[in-house]
Each structure stands twice: as structure tokens, then as C-alpha cells.
């Protein structure tokens, strides 16, 4: 009954919510108190999808590195997972999490390894391709920049080669201003952005394991999931699950997104909207856009997932349900 109430919200509100609209901006993240500033001011951004977030907090320290990259990524597992139902949790909580360092291929998804157990695994690629995204998107919430369009002009051409085309995802040197790099405030707003496009990120494969999708995740102890070296030829072997179970780990993963950040309210930290989600799905729209729509097409991720055309009404849907049923966030 309960997926489908879900299934009939999405269908009814994804008629309602206009294509195309972008996530809106961010409010500031104040200058600390006494600190002198060599930057410009900020600009008056609009507030997130859904609500104000806090009105100051502590800034965040800078990710840099695939290292540290990869650990935040593990503690927002951790948080979305405490953030699932009992059932769901129990499932999930011991499924391994591994790293691809493949910097050109961008992907991030759930399997099960030879013997039966379940992973969940990401590109270097993906992991620099959310720094990037939210480096940019701090920048252009801060001081009404165009970083993010620069960005994805700069490094879409080569990603839509595919992984063998010596592409990267990562942030090109001279996208952010050199009197914004090192902005304290930007840093800081770039992290929360990370935890907020991985945490959609990663909900999303959580929910192909808890759901039942891969068949593998039933709570059992794990060796630690595949070493990198398998997992190229690894996830070719992954068979692509339908569209429809594509469609409700959206969901579910932006109900896990939406109910952790209102776990995070409660305790003023920065809130998780949806926003990370359509971020993540403008990125690989232009890709698509910049690929072309092909079944020969060789990045692995259009190919294994539903055109992110259709992907983002249904987060905008399923967030729009979400609100409804929690009045104030």
C-alpha cells in the first residue's frame, strides 16, 4: 500500500511541477565575526527547495582528496542509513562501500559480488565530479557566478567520449575566481553541497539493496565487498535493473535525503533537500545532452539509468509529497 500511495503521488504531482527549474540558490553563509575579508561580498541568493536552513553554524572544513572525498561519503552513509526504518537499516547497515579509481568514468551503483554478498561501489570519477559540482555551486550561491555552467562546458565534451578517452570529471584549474578559492565561506558552503548531492547520491543505491532490487542485502556480515581491481570488469556484469525500480530508488532515496535532513534540523546543522538530487541530475542531463541519445552511447551510467528527463520530475514530485506531509521544512 505504501509504495503504492508513493507511486500515485509521483504520477499526479509529476504533472504539476514544471520542467526545466533549476534547484534554487542558498542563503549566505555569514563571514565569521573580526576575521578580516579579502573577498568581494556575497550576493542575496534565494533560499533552498523547502525552508530556510540555519541561521549560522560553524563553517566546515575543506574535502580535498579522493581520501577525503571518500570517508565524508562513508559518513553519510552512516547517517542515511540511521535515518531508514528498522527493516530497512538492518538490511543495509553492513553492506561494504568501494572505490573504482577510475577518474574518467562517472558512476556510482549497487551489486552483488561472486559470492552473493552486496556492495555498493563509486568512481573516482563521481567522487570529483560532486566536488566539482559543489565548489562551483558555492561559488555561484556566494557571489552570482556562472562556475557550475563553466565547469560542466569544460569537461562535458571529454566525458561524453567515455571512459577510455582520458576524460576527467575533475575541476579544472582557473573555474573559480582566484579571490573565491580560498574563501573560507566558499569552502565551507562546498562541503555542505557535497554531503547534500551524496547524500541523494547514495540513497539511491542504498534503496536498490533494502528494496530487494539486487536480491543479495538481508543484513548478512560481509568480506568488505570487492577489491578495485574487480570491479571494472565487475560492473560490466551488472545487469541494469528496470526503469520502474530505477524510479522508486529515486524516490525512496529522496525520502532518506528529505527525513536526514530533517534529523538535522533538530540538531542546526545544514539541512539535505532534494537539491543535491537534481544537481546530480543536471549533470548528467547535460552529459546526455552533450553525448547524444544513442544505445551505443559508452558511458555506462546513461546507460544503466532512465533519462534524467524523466528522473527529475518524480524527485521534484516525491519532494513536493514529502513537504505536504511534513508542514514547515
Not at 530497512?88 to 559480488?113: E, W
Not at 556484469?237 to 533538530?266: F, K, W
Amino acid at each position: 500500500m505504501k509504495s503504492r500511495f508513493l507511486l500515485v503521488c509521483v504520477l499526479v504531482f509529476a504533472c504539476l511541477v514544471p520542467h526545466g527549474a533549476s534547484a534554487q540558490q542558498l542563503p549566505a553563509i555569514p563571514w565569521p565575526s573580526g576575521w578580516p575579508s579579502p573577498f568581494p561580498p556575497a550576493a542575496a541568493p534565494a533560499p533552498a527547495p523547502g525552508g530556510t536552513q540555519p541561521a549560522a553554524h560553524a563553517l566546515l572544513f575543506p574535502l580535498i582528496g579522493p581520501q577525503a572525498w571518500q570517508q565524508e561519503v562513508r559518513l553519510v552513509i552512516q547517517e542515511l542509513t540511521s535515518n531508514l526504518s528498522p527493516e530497512y537499516a538492518a538490511r543495509v547497515r553492513n553492506v561494504p562501500l568501494v572505490f573504482d579509481p577510475n577518474q574518467g568514468d562517472v558512476n556510482a551503483f549497487a551489486g552483488c559480488d561472486d559470492q552473493g554478498s552486496p556492495f555498493i561501489a563509486a568512481t573516482e570519477g563521481l567522487l570529483a565530479a560532486i566536488d566539482a559540482m559543489s565548489q562551483t555551486q558555492a561559488n555561484d550561491d556566494l557571489y552570482g557566478t556562472h562556475t557550475y555552467d563553466q565547469y560542466t562546458a569544460a569537461v562535458m565534451p571529454r566525458l561524453a567520449q567515455g571512459k577510455n578517452a582520458g576524460a576527467s570529471a575533475a575541476l579544472p584549474l582557473g573555474i573559480i575566481p582566484l579571490t573565491t578559492v580560498l574563501d573560507p565561506r566558499r569552502l565551507s558552503r562546498a562541503h555542505e553541497l557535497f554531503d547534500e548531492i551524496a547524500a541523494f547520491t547514495f540513497a539511491h543505491e542504498l534503496s536498490h539493496h533494502y528494496l530487494g532490487h539486487t536480491g543479495c542485502a538481508n543484513g548478512q556480515a560481509s568480506a568488505g565487498g570487492p577489491s578495485a581491481v574487480l570491479l571494472a570488469s565487475m560492473a560490466t556484469r551488472i545487469p541494469p535493473v528496470s526503469q520502474s525500480m530505477e524510479g522508486l530508488a529515486d524516490s525512496y532515496g529522496c525520502i532518506n535525503t528529505l527525513d536526514s535532513g530533517h534529523a538535522r534540523a533538530s540538531r542546526s546543522l545544514y539541512v539535505w533537500t532534494e537539491r543535491g538530487g537534481l544537481t546530480l541530475l543536471d549533470f548528467f542531463a547535460r552529459l546526455e545532452r552533450t553525448a547524444g541519445l544513442s544505445p551505443l552511447n559508452p558511458i555506462g551510467f546513461l546507460l544503466s539509468h532512465p533519462n534524467p528527463a524523466i528522473r527529475i520530475p518524480i524527485v521534484k514530485a516525491v519532494a513536493q509529497t514529502w513537504r505536504y506531509q511534513h508542514p514547515g521544512y
